[in-house]
């Protein structure tokens, strides 16, 4: 943490941002997105909410270049995990169920990527400046095609339908995840009523079907265009 009062030079304005970030960061390592508060963040890197505000317009902003960080993370991590579980000369059907599995099996042990995936468009982009909300979609575009040519490049076989795919793959991500964490409410229903319990959803598993059925939509349709 910055040890200085105030923040005089560009570098030391820098620092204070990068400490609110990993503050920020460590906070959600705690907590789920919806109990992060500029409150307990001011408390804990040691400055006024106020002045906490000069460096990111709101608790959002934040959030949004954490989402960020996670997902250019992710996008980083995958060559390794793809190139050693599918071989290049295997059938297309063979590499596309493993394409699914390594994507499903980076994301059961990413709960801060997989948390912000799921507030982005509810919560995230709604308590944000149009030039900052404009920021963020750009850099997302960037992520998004960063992670389809890593897919394409594994499955030729998408082609043009690479980015669709991999931006419908962030959506489900967030749905899925919302899903298989339901509400004290619920999950006391699911107790009571074992006909009901049946329908919760367990994330690894539901995430899998879907991100199957997209995948085998998507080579169809690149098939017939």
């Known amino acids: 943490m910055p040890t200085f009062q105030r923040a005089r030079s560009e570098e030391q304005r820098e620092l204070r941002r990068r400490a609110i970030l990993d503050t920020t960061a460590a906070m959600l390592d705690e907590t789920p997105v919806g109990e992060v508060s500029l409150n307990e963040l001011s408390r804990r890197v040691g400055l006024a909410k106020s002045n906490v505000l000069r460096y990111f317009e709101s608790r959002e902003a934040i959030l949004l270049e954490l989402l960020d960080r996670a997902w250019k993370q992710w996008t980083d991590d995958l060559p390794a995990l ?24 980076s994301l059961e042990g990413r709960r801060v990527l997989c948390d912000l ?23 997302a575009l960037g ?6 040519a890593l897919l394409r490049a594994r499955l030729p076989e998408l082609g043009d339908g690479a980015v669709v795919f991999t931006a419908q793959v962030v959506m489900m991500v967030g749905a899925v995840w919302t899903h298989a964490r339901p509400s004290a409410a619920m999950l006391d229903a699911y107790r009571a009523d074992p006909a009901l319990a049946a329908y919760r959803l367990d994330f690894a598993p539901a995430l899998r079907d879907v991100l199957t059925t997209l995948l085998t939509g998507t080579l169809a349709r690149t098939a017939t265009a």
């Not at 599918?86 to 390594?102: K, S, T, Y």
């Not at 992520?143 to 389809?148: P, Q, R």
């Open 82 to 105: 793809l190139d050693r579980e599918i071989a290049a000369d295997a059938p297309a059907g063979e590499r596309a169920e493993r394409l699914v599995d390594v994507l499903v099996r």
């Open 117 to 139: 995936f799921s507030a982005q468009a509810g919560v995230l982009e709604r308590n944000v400046s149009a030039e900052v909300a404009g920021r963020w979609k750009r850099t």
């Open 143 to 148: 992520n998004v095609d960063a992670m389809a």
